[in-house]
């Protein structure tokens, strides 16, 4: 034990030693590889391997770098693209013109440029030269991954699976379905179906070119494989007699331990449940049902039942409901419960139509009735319908829950939103979830086989939800039809009122003018001739002095009295303020003071502001006339952006105290001043000191 130690460390170190040169020989030979690929590429030396070519950035393969490749053409797609392969990978060549002399097995030199391709780099071919003939390039076992991922792109492949379907592509090309595990993949052949074995469900051993569909992202969207003949299609199981094979219960389906990977196809024997024109057709079975299941401990008990299955067949039949079928398909996992993929129907005989189950709403949820033929127990109210791309989606509420049914047909249903209906047909699990190890249906629809599953059982209350809608319209159309009319009788009311209010006012007016024309003015005139007469007569100096005085005075008054009389008759009333402002001149006395106009640009005023913007002025005038003793009054009219101003200025006697403003007994001029300010919501001021004049400034904002 002593000498193992030594020893033991010893190999350790050899180990160690040899790893480490094998480590470092290793990064010798790819660094080198590394630098001769580098250096030739930099040197412009052709490309000489299909690996260097396939593996070159899209950018580099854009560039046309030089290619010099002895490879063998391992598959032929037409006269303008070959598929060759070195010992290291597999590239693409592409002819201009077309070449036809080249077959599988050429072994060729190729001269040309590189080309990006649509997936991976290629060969733009200059020049080629037919070396000899071999055989055909060595093929690689692929998985479906291989072939997914790209790893084996345009190089012969081997694939091992089991034959699916078998159809044609066209007059001179087949489809073959392989199952690879749990995944199908096609095989394009490029034969006849008619020269093909039997090959549906045996296990098949396929030589081919391993390709598929790209995107303009130059992505591999879906993989397939490429075959020249039948003659690469290798029959390893051959396929067993249908009739032959035992008849399978639905339940035991997929089961733990009762079939290899892939599944070949079963056999099972029932009732017809519903037939559609897609191929879909449910199946109830006729083996004796299974024994109860183990149950979660909150679902309700039910009562066994035969399972039933959901089958999509190869080639739509003309089935019908109650027919005892014999089908024959590949059991697969869609949805929630295994149903058969790829199938045939081998027998159908006559029957009596089937019974549908009845269950309740929970039942019904819970998904032990997946692909059965149902009638729920509780009626269900219809919501809405509409059209889907393969008929109609009915939206329906059962006992306060909502469920879907799908109708596949193109007539539209008479049914009317709000009708409670008795509902029928193929259960279908639509979504599950996992809860601990056992999965559950969380939702399920309706398939309806035609509209005689969905019976009328009361008809839809004729205040519907859409009627509703209508009639609220209508009465809201109608209410704001009213609301409309009494506002448009309130301004014709409002008008008509103004008018009576307008007219009232112009009468009002023009009776005061009469009354003042008849008595005032009269007396006015009585009293000018008489003082008139009175001046014809021999009179003192003293007297004659009082009544030339006189004469003045009564002139005065009648002229304003007539300026009254025609303020009262002016029914225009201009709006214009500047243009009765000079009005207001042009009725000055001629013997009396100078009126001078100070008018700046203005902008427009109401014609009751104007109004009385004007009658303001024509009162701070005659007080200028009557008290002031002035021999110059000087209006002012300006405005600003938030002010109109008017001022009226004297050069008087003025006064000094604030009383003189507020009025005396019989003196209402400065009284209605103020009135008619705040009536138009204007601010008036008085400035004036005793011998220098008097300024009457009336402020008006421009938003009032």
């Not at 052709?46 to 950018?59: C, G, H, N």
Request: with cysteine; hydrophobic share 40%; proline share 7%.
């Amino acid at each position: 034990m002593t000498n193992e130690g030594p020893m033991t460390k010893n190999m350790q170190r050899g180990v160690a030693c040899h790893a480490g040169r094998f480590v470092a020989a290793w990064a010798f030979v790819i660094s080198s590889s590394f630098l001769i690929l580098v250096s030739s590429f930099a040197a412009g030396a052709p490309l000489t391997r299909a690996i260097d070519i396939r593996t070159l950035p899209y950018e580099r393969s854009l560039e046309k770098l030089p290619v010099d490749l002895t490879a063998t053409v391992g598959f032929v797609e037409n006269g303008g693209t070959v598929f060759v392969q070195d010992d290291t990978a597999g590239t693409h060549l592409h002819f201009k013109p077309a070449r036809n002399d080249l077959r599988v097995g050429d072994h060729v030199r190729i001269q040309g440029t590189t080309t990006a391709g649509l997936y991976l780099p290629g060969v733009d071919v200059s020049e080629l030269q037919i070396l000899g003939h071999e055989a055909p390039p060595a093929a690689v076992p692929a998985s479906y991954d291989d072939l997914a991922t790209g790893r084996f792109h345009y190089q012969r492949v081997i694939v091992e699976g089991l034959g699916r379907t078998l159809t044609p592509l066209d007059e001179n090309r087949s489809l073959l379905r392989l199952a690879i595990g749990s995944r199908v993949l096609e095989v394009r052949v490029d034969a006849p179906l008619e020269t093909a074995p039997e090959l549906i469900d045996a296990r098949l051993r396929i030589t081919a070119l391993a390709a598929g569909g790209i995107n303009d992202r130059r992505q591999l969207v879906f993989p397939y494989i490429r075959v020249t003949d039948w003659h690469d299609v290798a029959v390893t199981t051959a396929t067993p007699n249908p009739t032959a094979l035992p008849i399978t219960s639905v339940v035991t389906l997929l089961q733990f331990g009762v079939a290899d990977e892939p599944h070949h196809r079963a056999r099972i024997r029932g009732t017809v449940l519903a037939a559609f024109p897609d191929g879909r057709v449910f199946l109830r079975d006729a083996t004796p049902p299974p024994p109860p299941r183990e149950t979660p401990k909150d679902a309700p008990p039910s009562a066994p039942h035969s399972p039933s299955i959901a089958i999509r067949l190869t080639s739509p039949e003309n089935l019908q409901p109650g027919q005892h079928a014999e089908i024959i398909g590949f059991p697969i996992m869609a949805g929630f419960s295994a149903s058969l993929a790829d199938a045939l129907v081998l027998t159908a005989e006559p029957g009596e139509p089937p019974s549908a189950t009845d269950i309740s709403l929970t039942e019904f949820q819970l998904g032990s009735h997946d692909a059965d033929f149902v009638h729920l127990t509780t009626p269900a109210v219809l919501n809405d319908f509409f059209r889907t791309v393969d008929g109609f989606e009915f939206r329906l509420t059962s006992g306060g829950t909502p469920l879907r049914a799908f109708l596949l047909q193109s007539s539209p249903p008479t049914l009317e939103i709000g009708a409670t209906v008795d509902l029928a047909g193929i259960c279908l699990v639509e979504s599950s979830r996992d809860k601990g190890f056992r999965s559950q249906a969380e939702r399920a629809s309706l398939l309806l086989r035609s509209m005689d599953d969905m019976q009328l059982v009361h008809s839809a209350p004729f205040w519907t939800a859409g009627r509703l809608v209508i009639a609220s319209s209508l009465l809201a159309g109608v209410v704001l039809l009213a609301f409309i009319w009494i506002a448009a009788q309130r301004r014709q009311i409002s008008a008509l009122s103004s008018r009576i209010v307008q007219q009232a006012t112009l009468d009002e007016r023009q009776r005061i003018a009469r009354e003042f024309h008849d008595t005032l003015e009269q007396e006015l005139t009585g009293l000018s001739l008489r003082l008139d007469a009175a001046t014809t007569r021999p009179l003192e100096e003293k007297a004659r002095t009082l009544i030339d005085t006189s004469r003045s005075l009564v002139s005065r008054i009648q002229s304003e009295a007539r300026n009254l009389v025609a303020d009262l008759r002016d029914t225009a009333q201009l709006h214009d303020l500047p243009s009765a402002l000079r009005e207001l001149q042009s009725r000055m006395p001629p013997d009396g003071p100078a009126l001078k106009l100070d008018l700046q640009p203005i902008p427009p005023v109401p014609g009751p502001v104007s109004h009385h913007l004007r009658m303001i002025a024509q009162e701070a005038v005659t007080n200028a006339l009557k008290h002031a003793q002035a021999t110059e009054i000087t209006l002012h009219l300006s405005a600003t952006a938030n002010e109109l101003t008017l001022s009226i200025r004297d050069n008087g006697r003025g006064f000094t105290s604030s009383a003189e403003t507020n009025g005396k007994p019989g003196h209402f001029g400065c009284m209605g001043i103020r009135e008619r300010a705040r009536k138009i919501g204007a601010e008036v001021a008085w400035e004036s000191g005793c011998g220098e004049g008097t300024v009457v400034r009336i402020s008006l904002p421009v938003g009032e």
